[in-house]
């Protein structure tokens, strides 16, 4: 090759284009250090969604709690034991001094009596405190997150209704045990990989006496009867507002609306007096529930009473035990038997027609297309303000993957039993409302999840009343078109980690459980 081309050649190679190995090596260390970061920022965005998704499972376990407690009558709403002290900032028990609690968390403050059992009743003391509310701690599990619940109950004094000598004044004001606090504290439990505990989330409510409410109302909140003008009766409103601030949604004429919980039970409505609840003993057979009260327990074919919904939660016998009570299939016929997979609950399978049949239109099996239950006879005329809420556990049958609609139906059944009049959507004018997984996704089914369906009922006052001796009820059935051919949904209630029940706003609750 001549001199003059190699020499030509040997400049182009000088002045082609490229990388270096140390370019190279720089421009991989400041990906790596890069992605480091953008991993980085990922990881705690996901740790920070996990720890909030946690923290409000915990303190939705705390209201839960909170509702169970308040449907204890109050004259037994007492811890079984005073709860030990502990010596631990972030448990709960370091608020615990001998008989006390703290109710201000940091730093301590405004220590108060805690209501226990065995304990004697201000100015009463021939009378000791009734009571079985275990503090705890009670261990809970939801999904991937498990904790434990404290629970205290502590007396207040209310500083507007001052102590007099007079035997009516008592009545008024025991002294400094005027009404009781809740308070339940959630802490979550240390997973396998964190070194360090979790702080606490609390939920309080104040509960009133309603014999004391009663006579303050009817006699006036002053000293020897007084307080009937207007003046007396401005301050009875704002102590009754002030006292149920948790539970009042608003105030009309003076009357507090407040939530009565009204629980789905496994027990056959009474056709007179009082239904007591029936412990699950174990599976059985579906209750034919499209009858009325009289009809007693059916089975089968036959149209039985409709199961009742209680005052009362369901009890828990081992609080400290997540498997006791066990979970029992409240509908073991053999046509209902999922193909694989074990059942629990109820299965409501959907109705041959589509949309929402109060009674189904199906002549197959039609006691396993909808499930009624209905209230006691009302001991007063109970009104509703508007607002039902149903909260009910629910998953797909056998855990397929299927979409579904719950259809529900709010009716008062008049005192004979003969005619059901059902309330009517405020929304939409119809005599249903549903609850739908979102468009295709399938309706939950690795577990059971809690579901809150909201119901605003239409109509005047005198239509949303059931009156003295009446009966309020509830049916659930599947709507056809939006499951697959074959399959219904599950319900679970009358457990005391699955206390389906319906939250009824009203001016006029009824007290006790």
């Known amino acids: 090759m001549p001199m003059a081309r190699r020499e030509r050649n040997l400049r182009c190679a000088r002045h082609e284009d490229g990388f270096t190995l140390i370019e190279v090596l720089v421009a991989a260390v400041i990906l790596v250090l890069a992605s480091m970061a953008v991993f980085g920022i990922l990881t705690a965005a996901t740790r920070n969604a996990q720890r909030a998704q946690a923290t409000q499972v915990a303190l939705d376990k705390a209201q839960e709690e909170i509702e169970k407690l308040h449907s204890i009558p109050y004259s037994e709403l ?6 030990p002290p502990s010596s631990k900032p972030l448990n709960p028990n370091y608020r615990v001094s001998a008989n006390s609690f703290y109710l201000q968390r940091e730093p301590l403050g405004e220590k108060a009596t805690m209501v226990v059992k065995g304990h004697e009743i201000w100015g009463k003391p021939e009378q000791e405190i009734e009571g079985d509310v275990k503090p705890g701690p009670i261990s809970f599990k939801e999904g991937d997150v498990s904790g434990k619940l404290y629970r205290y109950i502590v007396w207040r004094n209310d500083p507007t209704c001052p102590e007099s000598s007079t035997n009516l004044a008592e009545d008024f004001c025991p002294g400094p045990q005027d009404y009781k606090q809740i308070i339940v504290a959630a802490q979550l439990d240390t997973a396998g990989n964190e070194s360090f505990e979790h702080n606490y989330v609390e939920v309080q409510s104040q509960v009133v006496n309603p014999e004391t409410r009663a006579q303050r109302t009817t006699q006036g909140n002053e000293p020897g009867g007084g307080g009937t003008g207007a003046g007396g009766k401005q301050e009875e409103e704002e102590r009754e507002k002030e006292l149920k601030e948790d539970q009042t949604g608003s105030l009309s004429s003076g009357k507090a609306v407040t939530a009565q919980q009204f629980y789905l039970s496994d027990t056959p409505c009474a056709a007179s007096g009082t239904t007591s609840r029936q412990e699950i003993s174990g599976d059985h057979l579906l209750h034919n529930t499209l009858g009325i009260c009289a009809n007693g327990l059916q089975t089968g074919q036959t149209a039985g009473a409709p199961d009742a919904m209680l005052r009362a939660s369901p009890p828990d016998p081992a609080p400290e035990d997540e498997s006791n009570p066990p979970l029992l299939d409240y509908s073991s016929d053999s046509y209902l038997a999922p193909p694989s997979g074990s059942a629990n609950g109820l299965q409501i399978l959907h109705d041959d027609s589509a949309g929402c049949n109060f009674p189904p239109k199906s002549t197959v099996h039609p006691e396993a297309k909808i499930h009624r239950w209905v209230t006691d006879k009302m001991p007063q005329d109970f009104k509703l303000s508007g607002t039902v809420t149903l909260e009910f556990y629910s998953r797909t ?7 579904g609609t719950i259809c529900a139906f709010l009716f008062k059944r008049n005192a004979t039993e003969a005619t ?7 929304e939409n004018g119809r005599l249903y409302w549903t609850y739908s997984s979102q468009g295709s996704s399938s309706w939950p089914r690795t577990e059971w999840t809690r579901l809150r369906l909201t119901m605003k009922i239409g109509g005047s006052e005198a239509v949303r009343e059931v009156k003295k001796d009446e009966r309020l009820g509830l ?17 679970m209630y ?6 389906s029940r319906l939250e009824v706003d009203t001016t006029t609750p009824i007290e006790g459980g």
Request: proline share 9%; net charge negative.
């Open 494 to 499: 009358d457990h005391p980690d699955y206390a």
């Open 78 to 83: 007492a811890l079984s034991t005073t709860p």
């Open 420 to 426: 059901d009049t059902r309330f009517e959507n405020e």
């Open 397 to 403: 049958i056998a855990e397929a993957s299927y979409p």
């Open 475 to 491: 049916a659930l059935s599947v709507e056809a078109a939006a499951v697959s051919p074959a399959a219904g949904l599950q319900v």
